[in-house]
């Protein structure tokens, strides 16, 4: 069975910076579609950052230049490195898995942005 387990939110300062980490088991992230989707209060979930098991990777615009996905093939983990962040950051974020067209969803981590 799939478990994907997010760890790294936090409280900053907006301008401050934070990584987080998905942890997967039961796959092979090198294997699969790794997402980063993130969902701020009363509102939709948003999909932020992807990297595809043959490394291509995509951004939501508001979070390009600042915000860099990378995974770790021997440790099974992905990644978001989250940079220059702002209030609108705010949001839990979850971390995803699609294989065989199937999505699994990480627990989520929350991420506190002050101003």
């Known amino acids: 069975q799939v478990q994907l387990v997010e760890s790294g939110g936090g409280l900053v300062q907006a301008g401050g910076s934070l990584r987080l980490s998905c942890a997967a088991s039961?796959?092979?992230?090198?294997?699969?579609?790794m997402d980063w989707y993130r969902q701020a209060p009363g509102k939709q979930r948003e999909f932020v950052a992807r990297?595809?098991?043959?490394?291509?990777?995509y951004y939501v615009d508001s979070v390009k230049g600042r915000f860099t996905i990378s995974r770790d093939n021997a440790k099974n983990m992905v990644y978001l490195q989250m940079n220059s962040l702002k209030p609108e950051d705010t949001a839990v974020y979850y971390c995803?898995?699609?294989?065989?067209?199937?999505?699994?969803w990480g627990q989520g981590t929350q991420v506190t942005v002050s101003s």
């Open positions: 995803a898995q699609t294989q065989f067209g199937v999505v699994d």
């Open positions: 039961g796959s092979d992230v090198s294997s699969n579609t």
């Open positions: 990297i595809t098991s043959g490394g291509t990777i």
